[in-house]
Each structure stands twice: as C-alpha cells, then as structure tokens.
C-alpha cells in the first residue's frame, strides 16, 4: 500500500483525462514512485548507525513511531518530500500531453 | 565502501535526465493498457537488469540510486545477522559439557573429510541459489526503502507539512471554469432555440447571430481555462526545476559533509601517529 499523496485530482489540473481504464495502475504507479524516491533521499541521508536504527524501527511495524523518528533524525525531511513530490508532479507536467495521446 | 556502491553525479541532474522516469512510465502505461500489466514490472525490470544482466545497461539514474540504497540496507541487515549467528554459536559452546566437547573434538577431522566431499557439489547448487536469493534480498532492501518513504509521507500529510502546493486550487478553478462554459454553451443553445422559434422570421437572422456571439464567448471561457491549466502546467515545471536545485545543493552540501569527515579521521590518524612517535622517542631525547 503506497501513501497515495498523488490524486485524481493532481492529475486533472494538467489536463489528464481522468476517465480512462488504466488510470488506477497509473496512479498507483506515480506513488510508488514518490515513495520510492523519497525513501532513496532518505537512506542517503542518514549514517550507517541511525540507517541500523530506523531498519530495526521498521521491523517493529508501527508507522506513527517511524514517521516521528524520520522527523526526529532526517534532516529537511518536509523539504525533502515536498520537493520529491514538486519533481514528480513536475514531470507528470511535462509529459501530460504524451499521457493523453498514447491512450 | 559504501561511497563506491552509492556514487552522485558531479553536476546537478538536467531536466531531460529525469525525464525519464515519468515518461518512460507514460509509454508503459500506453504500451500495457491492452494487456493490463502494472508498470511497475518495467521499472523493476530495469533495476534488475542492472545486477543481473550487464550487457542491457537501460536503468534509469533513478534505478541506479534505488540498488544503492538497497545495497546498504541489505549488507547492514547481513552484518546483524552474522553477530546474531556468532553470539548463538557462543553461547551454544558454552552450555556444552566436557565430554561433548571432547566427542565434538574426536568427529571433528573425519566430518571435515565428509564435508569437504560434499562441498563441490554444493557450491554448484549453491551459485545457483545465492543468485536467487540475492535478488531476493535486494528486492525485500528496495521495499523498505519505499517503506521509509510512505512512513515519512504519510505522517507528513496527516500533520498538514506537506501538500500538492497551490497548484491544486488552480484546479477547482479551471473545473470550475469548465463547467461555467459547459453550462454557457447548454444555456445559449436553448435560449437561442426557444428565442429563435418565438421570434421566426426576420427575428431569426437576428438570433443567428446572438447565438454565435453566444458561443464565442464560450470558446473564450474555454481558451480560459485552456489556458490556466497550461499555466499550471508551466508553475509546475518551475516548480520541478527548484526543486530540483534544492535537491542538487542538499546532495552537495553531504558529499562536502562526508568528505569533511574523512579528512578529519585522517588528520586525527596522523595526528595521533605523531603523538606516539613522539612519546616513542622522548626517553632518546
């Protein structure tokens, strides 16, 4: 389950058409992609010592506890999800046209 | 070694470098609609590719930093488990008995005979399956790294930090904008019919044209909103391309840390070095 912060509703202010069948596989698509990319700046910003830490933190499940260690520990973390989240939704910008024509 | 498995571009990443990712998904998703098969297959594809298949060098920068990230993750996971196995086999030693020990001791020579028999065709088996587990593994680092990633989001948006920006509010207006000349449009025809029909006659070359005047203004509601929403589109692109500025710098800005770091331990070594040499050759003096 991804963190479903791109919506239906992102995609329309770029003229997406929205009514097509394989908009879900699309969208879940573009959150993995957040997710992942931010997971990735995450990881490189963190030492070996605090990366041990919050891998073990993980494995006990509780997404609340995680997400306020990440604030805790990672430094720009609002900075560094916002603007994964401006590049994403930068590129779905750029490349709408492409989206709607190839359906 | 973590630095080699993880290398950072010199300079900071073009737009048509992460282009990429987003587009290539937009054909995917073009090119899978008739099958039905999720994209994610594809980028997944890719970044295997790269462990497992060299001669198909198509990964994405993105697929590239993700194995890194996932390589980290999974030797650090590696290192806890082989301290866990040691402490185990410690502690197992110890509740041995003497005479166990000893029995242990006498098997050892002719097991180590056995198993040296039997290692080669283990390590036949074994290349194939540490391949697959390998992958397996990479693949288990790469979703706690997206873990990570939905963990900070989520929690990000639940306490209102982090948004779609303003860009969304431009939305409602260009729905709302569209469904002002959807109901223009509607309104106009109507009028103009019911008008058209009272009038007849002379009246109706007169209508004719509020009727057309009726649907330019329309058109121009729609170039409107056409037009907001290639604006929106344009502040996202600006928007993408500050923040990939911020990106770069925050890179930067840990590669100089990381470097800063390392310099010190080594001024330390030699530092330290000089002290003992010093120590070492006081008595002489």
Known sequence: MNSTMIT???????????????????????????????GIEITESLDDTKLAELLKLQESGDDNTIGDWLQANVPELEQIAQDEIDILLGEVAENSDDFNQAG | ?????????????????????????????????????????????????????????MVSPLGTKLVSAAFRINSLLESRLANKADKEQLAENRERSLELQNEAY?????????????????????????????????????????????SALNKLKDAG??????????????????????????????????????????????MEGAIESGINTVSSTVEGAKEARDYRREAAKARKEQAHGRRYER??????????????????????????DTWKNYPTK
């Open chain 2, 106 to 150: 006498n098997t050892y020579q002719p097991n180590l005979t056995n198993t040296k028999n039997h290692e080669e065709g283990l390590r036949m088996n074994m290349r194939f399956d540490a391949r697959a587990a390998r992958q397996e593994k990479i693949d288990e680092a790469k979703s706690k790294v997206r873990g990570f990633g939905r």
């Open chain 1, 8 to 38: 239906l509703e992102a995609l329309e202010q770029f003229g997406i058409e929205t009514n097509r069948s394989d908009i879900d596989n699309f969208l879940t698509h573009l959150n993995d992609m957040l997710d992942e990319r931010v």
């Open chain 2, 251 to 276: 890179h930067a800005k840990g590669m100089k840390l990381r470097r800063a770091i390392g310099n010190f331990v080594i001024r330390s070594r030699t530092t330290g070095q000089t002290a003992v």
């Open chain 2, 161 to 206: 930090l982090i948004g779609l920006g303003v860009t969304i509010a431009g939305a409602s207006k260009s729905k709302e904008l569209a469904t002002e000349a959807s109901q223009k449009t509607k309104d106009s025809i109507v009028s103009g019919i019911d008008k058209a029909e009272e009038l007849a006659g002379k009246a109706g070359q007169k």
């Open chain 2, 1 to 57: 070694m973590i630095e080699t498995l993880n290398p950072q571009p010199d300079t900071a990443p073009t737009s048509e470098q992460n282009w990429g990712d987003v587009s290539g998904a937009l054909r995917s998703m073009a090119d899978n609609s008739e099958t039905d098969q999720p994209t994610r297959d594809v980028v997944e594809t890719n970044s295997n590719q790269e462990i497992d298949q060299p001669k198909e060098p």
